[in-house]
């Protein structure tokens, strides 16, 4: 089990891009997904699964996400997840 | 017939819109570039969107990473991220000497041994941007059998060279040449330097003129626009496969016949001729099956 | 009820009554004769200039419950449209039907206007921005009502939208009311879409910041047909009415699907000495234009006649004798408008000669091809032109269904994907051209080919282009972006999107917002 040392951040708000924003979450309040999307109807629920499976890959547990997507594929998503994880000193 | 690179497009590897649309515009090879392209707090960044692009999107094109060079903080990090996305080319800027490049070549054999790839799959090419790296040039480019490829990078070696880039393009000239009987005796291909004005049409068009006589295999290039331009100025003219065919009649002939002379409107014809029309026949083949692009 | 492609239409629409559901692109034919407008007469020597909008509105008589009329030549210049619902309303008149021939953001002032009641029924090619998004909402009384261009004229002269009341813009404008819109601070260059409303409204007010001694020339829009005449202090503003040379786009993938388009062009065999062609107006669709006009002198061809909305790009080919002469419905920029004056092969053509389905045969039966947009397609080879992929209403029919119609071959250029959302579907959320009109439907990752046209597959099979099923281009674009929800919507029709021959093709559902 891994743990969030403290906030971070990655990707932009540019056209294809997803700015997602890692805040540690307490023991316990489990991963939370804030998501704002210009497709929320049609891929809505598909990314925020997406950003949980990943979270959850890692071995997080708690953690509050805030996303602006800007219609990011999949390959972006889990990108800007994953490094976003790493400057969180996962 | 050796795989073509007459065009290898350079793809800023922290720009997820230009990753997914690096495949469509006909590029012999895309190259994701997690060096020059990116700012320095964007590392991390780039090669995450590098190593999901690679995984995930279907290219249909030759894959190159261009990694930072391996005595910044970045470049093993780069490929320990990347290598097992499986790219088909890692390019290295900046080759100092062959001794990084069998580093190099050492890092991706164990990574092929790890991830199970058929080991040698992965291959290398290198830039030199340095007098000593064009000094040394012939040995970076059999350092590894990976090696495929030598190309030159302009900005820094000019720099390097303490002269600025000019139209008629010079101050290139001794690198160029050095380059391609370099890439030659070691047996791999050349790829010249890239030419940023986009709007120089003439100027590009003319550039490219000058290298494919003196001998290079292709060109980088950093905008969609120019890879078509590269790919008509390569192709082999009607009058040229014209030729080739006719060379080749000559030598089947001469072969019939059991002849020690070939010869073609009255002028004999030597084998690299022979071996040169025989390319040219190939080339065309290979790039009328792409579309004509 | 199905209509014959599958879209569930009501047989009973509120605001409409019983309907036709759209049963093929040529199965309607007509009965009955043209409408006309009222009978009228004219004293000589009879002074039609009247002092105001307002007075104006009094002297035609305008009453609750009339349709009135206007075209959109001044795109986001036109400082009419709203002037006039201003002074309707404030007139205590209510339930007016609004029919101009197209909507621009400039009109998103009407809002209020029908907040009130004052206007309770549009019909119109199309809306965009907020108006769109508020019509979407249903917040308009009746279901908004879409025809093409084509089928705008064809109502009009059947006598299925009766205009009570033109107001027209008038560029240019004699005491007697003869009309032009090439002369003037406003000038529009082609009046084609107000030349029908003219003919067939019971009454007509020219409005205009250009009055000139009688008799003017050249006359687009003749004394006869014009009742009243306004004066105002400006019609439009120039830098809305026509931006100067529209320009083809640089986008890279943009000009690929240019590329593309043109070579399913030429390679299908449709590039010959005289053919005909129709360009949009939007940047890649010029683009096309650019490389098109490459091929023709590459292989030293000329064109016979182009057609639709006119721009620079077109102009300055027909000028360098690249066709012999243009058909102008709309001129979109300053370069079309001063071909138009003084190009006298670049002619100004109305909306029903130009589509209209149901007269002796309008231009769009001649084209050889055309170049269209898309905000989506279908399995089907369908085309929404009209809504985004949320369901809401942000864009226009206008001459699409018309010249897919009419075209030998009709090409559709668009991006696989706009963001993460598919263009290419299985089912697009509104219709507006049937697929049985869509020949090519061009991506940057691929084109499909209707199954239908074996000649131009046939033809097309040496070219080297990435030709593949509509169904493997589906594939492509579900498997980039995954495949998409459906849009959840009510069972409350908010627009009503009519064939160019009068059946309903596909209605507009209200989405859960």
């Known amino acids: 089990m891994s743990k969030l040392l403290k906030a971070a951040q990655a990707g932009t708000v540019e056209s294809s891009d997803i700015l997602i924003r890692l805040i540690p979450g307490d023991a316990g309040t489990g991963i939370k997904v804030e998501l704002v999307s210009p497709t929320m109807q049609q891929y809505g629920a598909h990314i925020r699964n997406l950003i949980t499976k990943t979270l959850v890959s890692h071995g997080i547990d708690d953690i509050q996400v805030n996303a602006t997507d800007r219609g990011a594929l999949d390959c972006t998503i889990k990108a800007r997840v994953i490094t976003a994880l790493q400057r969180a000193g996962e | 017939m050796e795989k073509l690179r007459r065009s290898m497009m350079f793809i800023p590897g922290n720009n997820p819109g230009m990753l997914q649309n690096a495949g469509i515009y006909g590029a012999d090879t895309i190259i994701l570039d997690c060096e020059d392209a990116v700012a320095i707090t964007e590392k991390d960044s780039a090669r995450n969107l590098v190593f999901q692009a690679i995984s995930e999107m279907n290219y249909g094109t030759e894959v190159a990473v261009r990694i930072n060079h391996i005595s910044t903080p970045f470049g093993w990090d780069d490929l320990k991220r990347i290598l097992p996305a499986k790219p088909d080319l890692i390019r290295l800027p900046m080759a100092q000497g062959p001794d990084e490049i069998r580093q190099i070549d050492e890092f991706i054999s164990a990574a092929e041994q790890k991830n199970k790839f058929p080991a040698g799959s992965i291959k290398m090419m290198a830039a030199v941007e340095t007098p000593k790296g064009l000094r040394l040039a012939y040995e970076i480019a059999s350092a590894s059998p990976r090696m495929v490829a030598l190309a030159i990078g302009a900005e820094d070696f000019i720099a390097n060279l303490k002269t600025t880039r000019s139209k008629l393009g010079r101050e290139l000239l001794a690198a160029r040449g050095q380059l391609v009987l370099a890439a030659r005796e070691a047996g791999i291909q050349c790829i010249d330097t890239v030419f940023s004005d986009i709007n120089d049409e003439e100027g590009f068009k003319n550039e490219i003129e000058l290298i494919k006589e003196m001998g290079f295999d292709g060109k980088s290039v950093v905008n969609p626009r120019q890879v078509s331009v590269v790919h008509d100025i390569f192709a082999p003219t009607a009058k040229e496969i014209d030729h080739a065919q006719r060379v080749l009649a000559a030598y089947q002939e001469a072969l019939e016949k059991k002849s020690g002379v070939i010869s073609l409107n009255g002028k004999m014809i030597d084998l690299p001729i022979v071996a040169r029309a025989e390319r040219t026949l190939a080339y065309a083949k290979a790039t009328a099956g792409k579309g004509g692009k | ?513």
């Open chain 3, 1 to 513: 009820m199905k209509n014959s492609i599958g879209r569930e239409i009501p047989d009973f629409i509120p605001g409409l009554g019983k309907v036709t559901g759209f049963g093929g692109a040529f199965a309607r034919k007509p009965v009955g004769r043209t409408a006309g407008a009222a009978l009228s007469t004219c004293l000589p020597r009879t002074d039609k200039l009247l002092a105001s909008i307002e007075t104006a509105i009094d002297a035609v008589g305008l009453k609750d419950g009339m349709t009135i009329s206007f075209h959109h030549h001044f795109r986001n210049g036109d400082r009419i449209l709203n002037r006039v619902v201003e002074a309707i309303a404030k007139k205590g008149i209510r339930d007016i039907t609004l029919s101009p021939s197209s909507l621009n953001t400039v009109n998103d002032a009407l809002i209020p206007y029908i907040e009130q009641g004052v206007i309770t029924a549009i019909e119109t090619s199309g809306a965009r921005g907020k108006m769109g998004r508020f019509l979407t909402e249903g917040h308009l009384k009746k279901p908004l009502h879409i025809r093409s261009h084509g089928g705008r004229a064809q109502a009009i002269e059947s006598g299925a939208i009766h205009i009570d009341v033109a107001f027209l813009g008038a560029p240019a404008c004699d005491r007697y009311g003869n009309i032009n819109g090439i002369q003037g601070q406003s000038a529009c260059g082609s009046l084609g879409y107000a030349i029908q409303d003219a003919a067939y409204a019971d009454q007509v007010v020219a409005i205009t910041d250009n009055l000139m001694p009688h008799p003017l020339f050249p006359i687009s829009i003749p004394q006869t047909q014009v009742d009243y005449i306004v004066v105002v202090d400006s019609i439009g503003d120039p830098a809305g009415i026509a931006s100067g040379a529209l320009r083809y786009t640089k986008d890279p993938k943009e000009l690929l699907i240019a590329k593309y388009a043109a070579d399913v062009l030429d390679y299908s065999g449709h590039l010959q000495q005289d053919f005909s062609m129709q360009l949009g107006s939007g940047g890649a669709s010029m683009a096309v234009g650019r490389f098109i006009k490459a091929k023709m002198l590459e292989r030293g061809i000329t064109g016979s006649f182009g057609v639709g909305g006119m721009t620079g790009v077109f102009a300055e080919m027909m000028e360098e004798g690249l066709f012999k002469m243009m058909f102008d419905v709309q001129s979109f920029d300053i370069p079309a408008i001063d071909s138009i004056k003084k190009n006298s092969n670049h002619l100004e053509m109305s909306a029903s000669y130009y589509a209209n389905p149901h007269n002796g045969g309008a231009i769009v039966n001649n084209l050889d091809a055309v170049i269209l947009s898309a905000t989506e397609v279908d399995v089907d080879f369908n085309v929404n032109v009209i809504t985004d992929s949320n369901g809401v209403i942000m864009g226009a029919s206008g001459g699409h269904s018309d010249t897919a119609a009419g075209a030998k071959l009709t090409i559709v250029v668009a991006p696989l994907l706009r963001g993460r959302l598919p263009m290419v579907k299985d089912a697009v959320q509104t219709v507006v051209t049937p697929g049985e009109t869509v020949d090519a439907i061009v991506t940057e990752r691929g084109i499909a080919i209707n199954p239908k046209r074996l000649d131009v597959i046939d033809n097309l099979k040496h070219s080297g282009l990435p030709i593949m099923s509509i169904y493997d281009l589906k594939d492509i674009a579900y498997g980039l972006c995954g495949r998409p929800e459906p849009i959840e919507v009510t069972d409350e029709i908010v627009g009503v999107v009519e064939y160019r021959d009068g059946t309903i093709i596909d209605v507009i559902r209200r989405p859960i917002f």
